[in-house]
């Protein structure tokens, strides 16, 4: 798209060093690396979608944008911390995280799925960086974050889009559609963004443990959301497995996702009174960094 924003269109001469939230720079930070992944994914996207040529130059051009995201946060958060190095960073988390190289088939058994997913992510992200733009009292970060956020809106059409033309071909009915959801919800708390929150915000010689991160990561993203982003990001899930939008249940799932995600940031704030996925299996040990598991 080559009307796409450049890094140059950031007014970056508007920084204002004063309005830093930490809590904002650790996010941004942390959101810079898992960006950068954008080059697998769309290298695993055009694996799966073989013979698609259409969809395979939209996912590399999306690939492109997901990628200047993370280089648009990480240049602001060079600016924001001095001993920040976006690309030192990027090499670190790279070496620990990876995708599968050549994976055997689609993870999520179906292109209908694999879009399904990508609707997910992108509401999930479109959501995020709309509540991280409204929160930010620095200009260039507010900035960053609102052209991040249509970006991530226009994704997710983009992905619609291409679902509703493979929903005519493969037919998934609406029970394979909502498990392919709740699948990719239950990833959110894997290591891809606890892990890059780690190699964002730690020392280089700390150990990665699992729990602690998530932890970290959690209580702070959780942080700046408000109702307005969970029922906005309701309406689009709606949308991608194939429920009435803005109907009575989907006001419902609203409430109950709101109410839900305010527990947990509860709890969190409270030292982890309900401990993330995994805590108590893996208390004791550190696991493996990066364990590759969260494609799309
Ligand atoms: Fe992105
Ligand atoms: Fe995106």
Redesign the pocket.
């Known amino acids: 798209m080559s009307d796409h924003w450049k890094l140059s269109d950031i007014p970056w001469n508007r920084f204002e060093p004063g309005k830093i939230d930490p809590a904002l720079l650790q996010l941004a930070k942390a959101a810079s690396l898992v960006?950068q992944n954008?080059a697998d994914y769309s290298r695993y996207l055009c694996e799966i979608f073989a013979g698609d040529a259409e969809f395979q130059a939209a996912a590399r051009l999306w690939g492109t944008?997901?990628i200047q995201?993370g280089q648009a946060l990480g240049r602001w958060a060079e600016l924001a911390d001095r001993h920040f190095d976006h690309e030192a960073a990027c090499a670190r988390f790279s070496e620990g995280y990876h995708l599968p190289e050549k994976p055997a088939g689609s993870k999520r058994g179906s292109r209908a799925g694999e879009l399904i997913a990508r609707c997910m992510v992108e509401t999930g992200?479109s959501s995020y960086y709309t509540a991280l733009a409204d929160a930010a009292q620095e200009p260039v970060l507010k900035e960053i974050c609102r052209h991040?956020a249509a970006?991530?809106l226009r994704h997710y059409k983009l992905f619609y889009t291409h679902l509703k033309r493979y929903l005519e071909i493969e037919k998934p009915n609406l029970l394979q559609r909502l498990l392919v959801a709740f699948s990719r919800i239950a990833e959110a708390e894997d290591d891809e963004l606890a892990f890059a929150y780690h190699v964002a915000n730690e020392r280089e010689d700390a150990v990665y443990f699992r729990p602690r991160a998530v932890h970290a990561y959690l209580r702070r993203a959780y942080a700046v959301y408000r109702r307005p982003h969970v029922e906005r990001g309701m309406t689009m899930i709606f949308k991608a497995v194939g429920l009435k939008p803005n109907g009575r249940l989907e006001a419902v799932v609203a409430r109950l996702a709101w109410w839900l995600m305010n527990l947990r940031a509860f709890a969190l704030e409270q030292g982890g009174l309900i401990p993330p996925r995994g805590y108590r299996a893996e208390k004791g040990r550190i696991p493996p960094a990066g364990r590759g598991t969260a494609i799309a």
């Open positions: 960006e954008g944008e997901e995201h992200t991040i970006d991530e």
